[in-house]
């Protein structure tokens, strides 16, 4: 992995969160679990969804479970 970018679910940014919507950070596991730990400390849902072409690991946040609306 060669990068972090976080996003949200329905593209609206959540309160309480400090991160913005595809908002990036260098990879390293120490930052993805801080930046995964923050966001479950908050009450949040959170996937994790790499994708091999890019080497980028995706954050996806919400406030649910991830489904239609």
Do not use: A
């Not at 908002?23 to 930046?35: C, D, L, M, V």
């Not at 849902?45 to 996806?60: A, D, F, G, N, Q």
Request: hydrophobic fraction near 35%; glycine fraction near 4%.
């Amino acid at each position: 992995m060669k990068k972090i970018v976080v996003c949200y679910w329905h593209l609206r940014e959540l309160p309480g969160l400090k991160y913005k919507h595809q908002q990036e950070f260098e990879y390293s596991t120490r930052k993805r679990n801080h930046i995964v730990d923050d966001i479950i400390s908050k009450g949040y849902s959170v996937m994790l969804r790499p994708t091999l072409e890019t080497e980028t690991l995706i954050i996806w946040i919400d406030k649910y479970r991830f489904g239609q609306r």
